[in-house]
């Protein structure tokens, strides 16, 4: 129901809907929305009824309840109001952990437990319009610089294969992406141009043309024959995520082949239609379920002028390209743009697909204020990652102060983060900063958050709010400009909803969630990481050590990793210190002793890419290390130069066999 104008203040904040099936509690809502100075511009009781709400009345804020009447959930709604850039936050009674799950699954902007106090309900809904007008700050930075990144393609004086070269890496950054192909529908040409491009590392891909993708699977003309390459007829933009994107495969069998190829859990499609009405499809694959929504499609939306411009250009008569299937010369490119090893990822090794999703994270809001929480278990790496973050940001030539919360002394929590004047306590013989106005400028990192008490949380809470605080002894307030950046191995939503960590202080810091994958679930990082630690401490240690034997890098990959990275690093610098020779032959992981001779006298079978890993080594080692030109390994094994390069980054086979 739309209520009457006569019940609304003429002050007023937002414009609020509320989703309630409960009448006594919606109403109850109602008032103290409107004794605060809010708008309520209706009721509703199911999905439906608040559609029907949103299109009359154009609330700023939803209040949504998660179980509504006739069955329908309040998470159906999210998807709806996340188009239309409404904030929403959640009100329930039910706190068990698969509720909050599928809650956090729809990207709230908070979550109130019934019952709840007049005052939490007002200070969760100011905390939720900070987080949204941030969100919306960083949303507009995201489209002026996707925006200003296309249109320095479509102005380079360069060559439309150099622009084309460019696509991938613009795309990227604000659209996640594993595969990607545009496919250039032609009335003119009667024909399809198609590209496709395979991401391969942080900054690197391989771009193919039409059939080309398939040869560079591995299909052989039969196969080919089966799994044509179809174009898309959608007349509608649309996103699919897992069981709904594997459901779609069932209907297109090159698409099915290409998934399996590639491990692909989504897709996204935009279209984009040229003044001369011609038709441009891009289409976005991910390995991961869950990557698409509405955003990205609205992003792209908002550029759809500067697409047309660009795609434009890629189907002037002028540039030559063939429709698909034409012969080409080189059958893929590979453009690495800068490796992760030297350049801002400091530290951070690996091209896996999770760690590749990190990066894109870090990239995209390093640069601003916003406060990062980043989660994940112990030895993942979330030290390095707020290293990185506030090494890209703006704040660079400032401190970062690193707080780990689980060390502070029960009793000196309050003093060694606001600091304390002299006579503050027993003990305090002189005036000392705290880390937050240590970090003024700059950024503080408040490692293991989740095991702050809740009387220091509450402390913290005012910081992370106003910027300001009273130091332990004094009544002056001391000013502050410090982002935050935080760090868990703990679930704070089972924390919050078992009462150990506050609701409000965890919005106020879970702005930007950015969440680093276990180790067991980067295995293609395992050889990379550890050829790493074996160069650092070969050099730190004066010792010889080059390498492992195969049956070690078995072992490595095939171990849990319960400790991730730090782990790993720790049992290659024990390896390194007790190794003899050049080559590491023997492991010691979980106490378990795994040697060379050992693996060697199993019935063990090599799998396909082991095996392919020795027939290249061997060829390279013919060649003495020559990769390309006359002669060399690429010419041989009959692969050009920049494929041989992405098979030897992925089987982990570096250069040197002379």
């Not at 993942?380 to 780990?404: F, I, M, Y």
């Not at 969440?515 to 050889?527: S, V």
């Not at 392919?612 to 060649?623: F, G, Q, T, W």
Request: charged share 30%; proline share 3%.
């Amino acid at each position: 129901m739309i209520l009457p104008d006569t019940l609304l203040p003429n002050f007023m904040k937002e414009n609020v809907l509320i989703v309630e099936d409960e009448f006594i509690v919606a109403n109850d809502l109602r008032l103290k929305l409107l004794k605060a100075g809010y708008t309520v511009c209706g009721i509703a009781a199911t999905v439906n009824e608040a559609k029907e709400l949103i299109e009359q009345t154009k609330p700023t804020w939803v209040l949504l309840d998660i179980f509504l009447q006739d069955g329908s959930m309040g998470t159906d709604l999210a998807t709806y109001l996340r188009g239309k850039n409404i904030g929403f936050i959640y009100i329930s009674a039910n706190t068990n952990q698969s509720v909050l799950e599928k809650a956090k699954a729809t990207q709230p902007y908070a979550f109130i437990v019934k019952p709840f106090r007049e005052r939490d309900l007002l200070i969760m809904l100011d905390i939720a319009s900070q987080k949204h007008q941030a969100n919306l700050q960083l949303n507009i930075q995201k489209e002026l610089v996707w925006k200003g990144k296309l249109q320095n393609i479509i102005d380079a004086p360069v060559d439309i294969e150099a622009k084309i070269e460019r696509i991938p890496a613009a795309f990227r950054t604000f659209v996640p992406f594993d595969y990607m192909k545009i496919d250039l529908l032609s009335k003119r040409e009667n024909g399809t141009i198609q590209f496709s491009f395979v991401r391969t590392g942080f900054d690197e891909y391989e771009i193919f043309r039409g059939v080309e993708i398939q040869s560079a699977m591995g299909l052989n003309s039969q196969e080919k024959s089966r799994f044509r390459l179809r174009f898309p007829e959608k007349k509608t933009d649309e996103f699919l995520n897992g069981i709904e994107y594997k459901k779609s495969l069932m209907e297109d069998l090159w698409e099915k082949q290409l998934s399996n190829f590639y491990s692909l859990g989504s897709r996204m499609l935009k279209r984009v239609v040229l003044p001369n009405f011609e038709t441009i499809y891009i289409t976005f694959y991910s390995k991961d379920e869950a990557t698409y929504s509405s955003d990205q499609l609205n992003l792209l939306e908002k550029t759809e002028n500067e697409l047309a411009q660009l795609f434009a250009q890629l189907k002037e008569p002028e540039v030559g390209l063939k429709p698909s299937g034409g012969a080409h010369k080189t059958a893929t490119k590979e453009f690495p743009r800068e490796s992760i090893e030297e350049g801002n990822f400091d530290g951070i090794i690996g091209n896996s697909p999770g760690l590749l999703r990190v990066l894109d994270k870090i990239n995209i809001v390093a640069g601003s204020t916003t406060s990062v929480l980043i989660t994940g278990e112990s030895g993942t790496g979330k030290e390095r990652v707020a290293q990185c973050l506030h090494k890209l940001s703006k704040r660079k030539l400032k401190p970062l102060v690193v707080v780990n919360c689980a060390a502070l002394p029960f009793d000196l929590v309050e003093s060694e983060l606001f600091g304390h004047e002299k006579g503050a306590f027993t003990g305090a013989l002189e005036r000392r900063l705290g880390k937050f106005e240590t970090a003024d400028g700059g950024t503080i990192f408040l490692d293991e958050i989740g095991e702050l008490p809740l009387e220091a949380q509450v402390k913290l809470l005012r910081v992370t709010q106003e910027m300001e605080f009273e130091r332990v002894g004094s009544s002056k307030t001391t000013k502050v400009d410090v982002r935050i950046i935080a760090a868990t191995n703990k679930n704070l939503e089972k924390e919050v909803s078992e009462g150990r960590f506050r609701l409000d202080l965890y919005y106020r810091l879970n702005v930007f969630p950015i969440e680093l994958p276990p180790l067991r679930d980067r295995k293609q990082d395992i050889q990379l990481l550890a050829e790493s630690f074996i160069e650092r401490y070969a050099q730190r240690m004066g010792r010889q050590v080059q390498g492992m034997s195969r049956e070690v890098i078995d072992a490595l990959n095939d171990y849990s990793w319960p400790g991730n990275v730090r782990e790993l690093e720790h049992v290659i610098e024990r390896s390194v210190l007790t190794n003899l020779g050049e080559i590491i032959t023997e492991i010691n992981l979980n106490n378990k002793l795994w040697k060379a001779e050992e693996s060697n006298s199993t019935t063990r079978k090599k799998t396909l890419e082991e095996n392919e890993a020795d027939h290249i080594i061997s060829v390279l080692k013919s060649c003495h290390g020559k990769v390309g030109g006359p002669g060399g390994a690429a010419e041989i094994l009959g692969l050009p130069v920049s494929t041989l390069h992405t098979k030897m980054k992925k089987l982990g086979i570096k250069k040197g066999f002379d």
